[in-house]
Every structure is written in structure tokens, then in C-alpha cells.
């Protein structure tokens, strides 16, 4: 009797353990930064879509960058971070903003955050304090995945200007 009580409780504990980890690797940072980042694709996606074409090389003062400028530096950015140290080789597009019109623009952002997709995708947790040589100095994986998401939200911030200066209304904030 002792013995197969002992063998349920063991067995009860193993499905308890069992069942957190599974909970916990579902509801992972990476699980949950992908979804934010699916989001921000698509808030993205909604701006670069409601500046009329004729506006992409606007510029509110002369020493900043266009609409379009600011959406294909998001792009590179993107493009660069994800595939220069979060995936390790991946290529990485040289874009030309000058000979973009809208939808080509919004073909580079997809392309961008696609990539950024995959690169949070593959991303393993244990690659998370990895190391890597990046021109501030050596910065983890964590340090590069948090600069990924905090650099377009920034520009996407400029963005939000820029259509407000145009009178157009920016899409409702998707956080998360």
C-alpha cells in the first residue's frame, strides 16, 4: 500500500512539474514579445498605409528624415539587427529610400518585420545572455531583442507626427 501511494504522489508531482513547465514555456518572454511584435508589424503596416503617397518625402524641418526615409530606416534597422546578431548570418538587404514609391515601402517594412518575426521565432531562451560584438561594445542577445523592439517604437513615434501633421489621424496604439 505505502508503495503504490508513493508511486501516486511521485506520479502526482511529476504531472504538476510537468504541467508548469509547459505553462511556462508557452507564456515565455519570447512567446510573448513575438505577439507584441505581430502587433507593431501590423500598427506598422497600419501608418506607412494612411500617409497618402504624395506625402512620403515630406519632412517636418528640413534636418530630419522623410515619411518614407523614417519607414525604410525602420526596415534596414530591423533587417540589421535581426539578422546580423539575433540569427546569426542572416542577409542583410541594402535599401535604397530614394527609389521606393508607397508600395514598395511597404513591401520592405513586411519583408523587415518578417524577418524580425523569425529572428524572435528561433530565438531560444538559452541564447538570451549569449554575447555579441556590437559597435557600442558587447551587448547579449536580451540587450539586442529589447534595442530591436525599443528603436521601432521610436521612429514609429516620429511617424505619428508626421501623419498628425498632414491631418491624418494615426491608428489606435497596439501594445500588446
Not at 523614417?70 to 542572416?90: E, F, K, P, R, T
Not at 508607397?102 to 531562451?125: E, T
Not at 540587450?143 to 491624418?168: A, E, F, N
Request: net charge positive; aromatic share 10%.
Amino acid at each position: 500500500m505505502k508503495i503504490i501511494y508513493t508511486s501516486l504522489l511521485l506520479a502526482f508531482v511529476t504531472f504538476l512539474c510537468s504541467s508548469k513547465a509547459q505553462a511556462q514555456q508557452k507564456d515565455s518572454l519570447l512567446s510573448q514579445l513575438s505577439v507584441k511584435w505581430q502587433n507593431a508589424t501590423g500598427y506598422a503596416l497600419k501608418m506607412a498605409e494612411l500617409m497618402p503617397e504624395e506625402y512620403y518625402d515630406f519632412k517636418p524641418v528640413p534636418e530630419q528624415m522623410s515619411f518614407k526615409e523614417q519607414m525604410v530606416h525602420i526596415a534596414q534597422n530591423i533587417q540589421w539587427l535581426s539578422n546580423s546578431y539575433l540569427m546569426n548570418g542572416g542577409t542583410v538587404p541594402k535599401l535604397d529610400a530614394e527609389n521606393l514609391d508607397k508600395a514598395g515601402v511597404i513591401q520592405v517594412l513586411k519583408d523587415a518585420y518578417a524577418s524580425g518575426l523569425k529572428a524572435h521565432q528561433q530565438l531560444q531562451a538559452s541564447e538570451l545572455d549569449d554575447i555579441v560584438k556590437f559597435f557600442a561594445g558587447p551587448k547579449t542577445k536580451r540587450q539586442i531583442l529589447i534595442l530591436l523592439h525599443d528603436h521601432q517604437s521610436h521612429h514609429l513615434g516620429q511617424v505619428i507626427v508626421y501623419l498628425r501633421l498632414k491631418g491624418i489621424k494615426p491608428p489606435p496604439y497596439i501594445g500588446w
